[in-house]
DNA sequence: GGGGAGCTTAAAAATTGCTTAAAATAATGA
DNA sequence: TCATTATTTTAAGCAATTTTTAAGCTCCCC
């Protein structure tokens, strides 16, 4: 697995890379937005690091050409606490987590290792914890019984799950299960996760969708941080 | 039950096509290779009947890119020559079974039957619950008491007995049962699945055909969630 | 305690499915 | 061949469900 960090703090990108390589992870390391990118491009890694704050181009910016390039590669970007609107910026122009300065060492690489095991999942039926749901036949399963739920429910519970482990904004909600492409102030998102969440708990599938205060939601599955 | 012919000389095909017809089967038609495979790798049927001597690409090249695919629906070939070496080719490029040329219009119903029978390792008759239906006879009972079906109706009725505890969408019954391939805003199916509830419903099956709305209908097997 | 984001509920609006009747098409028999 | 019958399709009104809107409430974080 090749990881690329773009970091400029010589510090961080340094600790970084030896307890990344400890683990058994291939890293490269660009020190300015501009020389990332490049690398990003030409390369082909398995995910991305990037810090927000960073010399030549920054990290947002990165993380947008690289998916106007077509490029699906996890992105995980670091940024300095108590930024919210970093946040959904960030989770908006196509990163996949984020995880705020100072962390700890084990929770970036638990977080690592999920982006890593949702690349190589490509099986007909999807599923998060005791949930089981199948695209093709319209149905979800908690265990073994049923859940009936209707078309815009089963939508956005798939595109929850089949993005499971990662942060889903409310605006690629809406673009994603409405196809809505414009700012509007609607409501509809809120209203259906409380229908998905009362027919989920009804099944006894507990409350696998969680809420992240400014930004969207997220369906971890279980036993993984 | 949506059946492919792959078959260059339009007398035979003609002939093939009037006769599975008559037996309430969906029938199309390739007369080259190359178009061949493509229908068969975009649409979705139960079965393919590829003759080996056909222009554009081979019947053995054909089954061959079908099973690359995935696609693991049964394939009949029909071959001129009993040559052994053709046979031991068709059937390890993937076929399922073979008919020597010239043959009785029987002979390949009943290895049709037989393919479309494995499919559900069902024996030959199917059932859901207290109804019994007999794709042979085209009969109908519900415990000791026949049902009569026109035409439609019971082909309808089979494929979601085929597909019973599976969801059937209705662009998949409309595929299936009546071979329309584009989008039509027709309400055939709600006429043709009143039609059916009517019948059962007056001898005594009650209402196994349940409506997903929003997707289409499923047909459960009592007692099996 | 105040502001904002999310949650919940109820009701309006939109959609989808059911039913019926009648028209169009196909099959049957004199 | 033509008339009769059976089957299939279309269309429209009605019923039920789903989706959206809107408003008040709750909880979290300052």
């Known amino acids: ?15 970084l890379k030896d307890g990344l390589e ?4 291939a890293v490269d390391i660009a020190y300015d937005g501009k020389t990332g990118l490049d690398m990003a491009l030409i390369n082909e890694y398995d995910l991305l ?33 108590d930024t919210l609107e970093d946040v959904v ?6 990163a996949n987590d984020y995880i705020k300065k100072p962390f700890e060492f084990e929770e970036l690489l638990a977080r690592i290792r999920v982006q890593l095991r949702n690349k190589n999942q490509n099986d007909d039926s999807l599923s998060a914890g005791i949930l089981t749901i199948n695209p093709v036949t319209h149905q979800v399963f908690c265990g073994s019984n049923e859940i009936t739920l209707t078309p815009k429910e089963f939508a956005l519970l798939e595109y929850l799950i089949r993005n499971k482990d990662r942060v889903c904004t409310r605006s690629r909600i809406i673009e994603h299960v409405w196809d809505i492409h414009f700012d509007s102030d ?10 998905l969440r009362r027919k989920l708990e009804a099944a006894g599938a507990g409350n696998i969708i969680q809420t992240i205060r400014g930004v969207g939601y997220i369906v971890r599955e279980p036993g993984v941080s």
């Open 186 to 195: 609607t409501s509809v998102i809120d209203v259906y996760i409380t229908f």
């Open 49 to 81: 690091i990037i810090d927000w704050m960073i010399p030549a181009l920054s990290g947002i910016e990165v993380c947008r050409q690289v998916r106007k390039a077509g490029n699906p590669v996890p992105i995980l970007f670091l940024t300095a606490k």
């Open 22 to 25: 400890e683990e058994y992870f």
């Open 1 to 15: 697995m090749r990881l690329l960090i773009i970091e400029d703090e010589p510090g961080i990108a340094g600790f």
């Open 89 to 94: 910026f960030g989770l908006d122009a196509g």
